[in-house]
Antibody
Framework: ELHLLESGGGLVQPGGSLRLSCAASQFIHNYDMTWARQAPGKGLEYVSSISATGQFSFYAGSVKGRFAISRDNSKNTLYLHMNSVRADDTAVYYC??????????WGQGTLVTVSS | QAGLTQPPSVSEALRQTATLTCTGNSNNVGHLGAAWLQQHQGHPPKLLSYRSNNRPSGISERLSASRSGNTASLTITGLQPEDEADYYCSAWDSSLRAWVFGGGTKLTVL
């Protein structure tokens, strides 16, 4: 079974940068991947997704131009590069893999807190 | 960014049936259907169904999903205490070129 483990979360100042990683327990080169987030006490919010080869990437309007998704299939790892972070980026960030028609494997999440 | 519409809360009695709804438009739910996820407090989301009524292995047969036009539904029969959770719908939006989520429905089993 595929396991995903996010890392890289923590406290970051407004306007700062952070890189999240999502390490997979097995090959992910055939799977689209995504990042979603959940602010404290709030619902799920789509952040970004990337095709299996990395050729295509998509972003929510709220992060477009500030965040960048990437992947290194040789390392079975997904990344989220977060720039110009704001207080409303504070959330638990989840990565997920789409092995079928939807994202069916999810990590445990990593908390990002944006505060001065 | 426009999302999908779900009622904030639904309450039903133990062993009864609950139906959760998710309303979108022709660019998302009405296009390719919706997926449903369950989330218990403090845990990551878990996929329950996709393309409106395909269940991953291990998901209870008490759950069934359907779609009518731009509205998707998740029906849970024989409610159990462990069904008490937050439920989210999600779909690909071909206009936004992004996945969208509903706001979530908190299901309470009385």
């Amino acid at each position: 079974e595929l396991h995903l483990l996010e890392s890289g979360g923590g406290l970051v100042q407004p306007g700062g940068s952070l890189r999240l990683s999502c390490a997979a327990s097995q090959f992910i080169h055939n799977y689209d991947m995504t990042w979603a987030r959940q602010a404290p006490g709030k619902g799920l919010e789509y952040v970004s997704s990337i095709s299996a080869t990395g050729q295509f990437s998509f972003y929510a309007g709220s992060v477009k131009g500030r965040f960048a998704i990437s992947r290194d299939n040789s390392k079975n790892t997904l990344y989220l590069h977060m720039n110009s972070v704001r207080a409303d980026d504070t959330a638990v960030y989840y990565c997920a893999a789409k092995t079928g028609d939807y994202f069916d494997y999810w990590g445990q999440g990593t908390l990002v807190t944006v505060s001065s | 960014q426009a999302g999908l519409t779900q009622p904030p809360s639904v309450s039903e009695a133990l062993r009864q049936t609950a139906t959760l709804t998710c309303t979108g438009n022709s660019n998302n739910v009405g296009h390719l259907g919706a997926a449903w996820l369950q989330q218990h407090q403090g845990h990551p989301p878990k996929l329950l169904s996709y393309r409106s009524n395909n269940r991953p292995s291990g998901i209870s047969e008490r759950l069934s999903a359907s779609r009518s036009g731009n509205t998707a539904s998740l029906t849970i029969t024989g409610l159990q205490p462990e069904d008490e959770a937050d439920y989210y719908c999600s779909a690909w939006d071909s206009s936004l070129r992004a996945w969208v989520f509903g706001g979530g429905t908190k299901l309470t089993v009385l």
